[in-house]
């Protein structure tokens, strides 16, 4: 099994947290999907990480490797077997990912020469961010479908975004008022297979 994708992508450390959680073992490919010799686009057509190649076939977009690696029935489930809660579960893992689509963005428009920068481009997508947390926070206050007592697909997305937003210092102030969202994360990032694939630091 081989793993395709950056140490820095929150898609494709929610991939390697749910494979380290299930205990599955797999070889990582580490490669960058904005290089002109990129790899990437040899496993998945849309030159998008991350990318999962198993037995079956090579398997793209993390939300279906995450449902593909669902159907392994390895432990933990990461999904209610309840359909209609699972189903919320997965658009609580989509919004996630929504806002870690954004939060790149943001990223990749910041490093574009500042008279090159689009202002509406980078108000657009900090409020989606903000929304999108605000809408967490709500889920993980109630303690349900997100920040339960049972590991999910939702808690290891939205704890792999609050990293990537960490990490690149993407909307520094994002904890402030969102108490729920700071508790998931802390419990989250305590856990073996969170702190084995912290990103690495920028050289200086």
Partial sequence: MKLVGSY?????RKISVILLEKGQ???FINASPWTSDSPVPHYNPLGKIPALEMADG???ESHIIAARLEL????PSLLPEDKLTALKVLQLEALADGIGDAAVILVRESMRPPELQMEE???RQREKILRGLDALEK???QGTLLNSDTLNLADIATACLIGFLNFRRVVPNW???????VKLADKMFARESFARTVPPQPES
């Fill in 58 to 60: 090579t398997w793209y």
């Fill in 8 to 12: 820095t992508s929150p898609f494709v």
């Fill in 175 to 181: 904890c402030v008022g969102r108490p729920a969202l």
């Fill in 121 to 123: 481009q980078i108000i």
């Fill in 139 to 141: 889920e993980a206050a």
């Fill in 72 to 75: 392994e029935g390895l432990t």
């Fill in 25 to 27: 073992t797999f070889e």
